[in-house]
């Protein structure tokens, strides 16, 4: 069974910094792209960072540049994405997604807010 489990979401003041993660299983791993997305109330999903399945190649939206770092560990079959300096536009339910080729699953997001 397909399975992608997001943690890590929480409450954190602004500049502060969490740790998502996503323990994926169910499917090999390796192959495919992992990529965190957000939404925020009233808006759209949007994208923040992905990882290349086999290469370490990394892309993240310019709001995040700089800040969020993502990786994967593909021991543990877990990607991560790294966030500090948290803003309160940072704020969203964040879901990761597995891709390869056509296949695509999706995890059930966790909420990150960022407030004082």
């Known amino acids: 069974q397909v399975q992608l489990v997001e943690s890590g979401g929480g409450l954190v003041n602004p500049g502060g910094s969490l740790r998502l993660s996503c323990a994926a299983s169910g499917f090999v791993f390796l192959g495919y792209v992992m990529t965190w997305y957000r939404q925020a109330p009233g808006k759209e999903r949007e994208f923040v960072a992905a990882i290349a399945g086999v290469s370490p190649r990394t892309t993240y939206a310019d709001s995040v540049k700089g800040r969020f770092t993502i990786s994967r560990d593909s021991a543990e079959t877990t990607a991560y994405l790294q966030m500090d300096s948290l803003t309160p536009e940072d704020t969203a339910v964040y879901s990761c997604?597995?891709?390869?080729?056509?296949?695509?699953?999706w995890g059930q997001g966790t909420q990150v807010t960022v407030a004082s």
């Open positions: 997604n597995a891709r390869h080729g056509g296949t695509s699953y």
